[in-house]
């Protein structure tokens, strides 16, 4: 999971080094002007907005981004001690509000649980026919086994099983790892991806499970899903590359 996150009050700060003590990915910016410019680059992250930014208005901002991307996961971010500040804030539509209140955990905690739900999980563990994810300890099984995972690589795969049965292109997996704080190549990425199913073949998956549509990007198909379209006589797989 990627985050980004505006950082103009302490509170942001603080917020930003939670997240990253929790080993969530983060793309911190200064202000609304910057945090509009990383959404096309850094797609289907979790976006956290302060409700106090130097140069816009917090909720017309967050309009912006729903009007822009309707099913974006958005946050507020206030520093408000009333509980009825905060539920006002909650009833403008943002999918949650983090206070300082909150420890780091909770922090991570409810931006998972708003991720997982809007992936339409409706807990912290992600199931993908046999590969379990546990996003709160986060680690992964196939079957009974456990994958050894490099942090990147359980990142990489906790996104394909949010996003399951869908393309997620190049440039999106390479915003969720490198945010636009660094630049790689589509064969870098092509190196990761590989040395992924092996880790995962090491545990018992077929090397298959995570699918490459050549020149544009990867997705997660179980063996399921693939019997299941044998048995009735359809190809998703030959539809998603004929789609591309």
Same mark, same amino acid.
């Given at each position: ?17 939670? +997240?990253?003590? &929790?080993? &969530?990915?983060?793309?911190?910016? %200064? ?5 509009? !410019? $990383? ?26 981004? #729903? ?30 509000? +983090? &206070?300082?209140?909150?420890? !780091?955990?909770?922090?991570? !905690? #409810? ?8 992936? @339409? ?7 993908? @026919?046999?590969? &379990? ?11 009974? /086994?456990?994958? *050894? ?5 359980? =990142? ?6 949010? *996003?399951? =049965?869908?393309?997620?292109?190049? /440039? ?9 704080? =660094? @630049?790689?190549?589509? $064969? ?6 590989? %040395?992924?199913? $092996? ?11 995570? *699918? ?6 990867? $997705? ?6 693939? =019997?299941?379209?044998?048995?009735? @006589? ?11």
């Amino acid at each position: 999971m990627r985050a980004i996150l505006s950082t103009a009050t302490w509170f942001g700060a603080k917020v930003e080094h939670d +997240l990253r003590s &929790t080993g &969530t990915l983060v793309t911190a910016v %200064s202000d609304a002007g910057d945090l509009l !410019a $990383c959404l096309d680059l850094v797609r289907r992250a979790a976006i956290l907005i302060e409700t106090d930014l130097p140069d816009r208005n917090w909720l017309s901002l967050f309009h912006e981004i #729903r009007n822009a991307q309707p099913a974006a996961t958005v946050i507020a971010l206030s520093e408000s001690q009333s509980v009825t500040e905060d539920i006002a804030i909650l009833s403008k539509g943002v999918d949650d509000i +983090l &206070t300082p209140r909150m420890s !780091a955990d909770e922090v991570r !905690a #409810r931006v998972l649980r708003v991720m997982t739900r809007r992936a @339409g999980f409706a807990t912290s563990v992600l199931r993908a @026919g046999a590969l &379990t994810i546990d996003t709160v300890a986060r680690r992964a099984f196939w079957a009974s /086994n456990p994958l *050894h995972l490099t942090p990147s690589q359980y =990142e990489v795969l906790e996104h394909l099983v949010l *996003h399951k =049965e869908r393309l997620v292109d190049q /440039n999106e997996m390479m915003g969720l790892l490198y945010g636009i704080e =660094e @630049g790689t190549l589509s $064969c870098t990425l092509h190196v990761f991806v590989h %040395s992924l199913r $092996c880790r995962m073949a090491q545990a018992g998956a077929p090397k298959d499970v995570i *699918h490459s549509v050549k020149g544009r990007g990867y $997705c997660l198909v179980t063996p399921e899903r693939r =019997e299941a379209d044998r048995a009735e @006589g359809y190809d998703w797989l030959t539809f998603l590359s004929q789609a591309a």
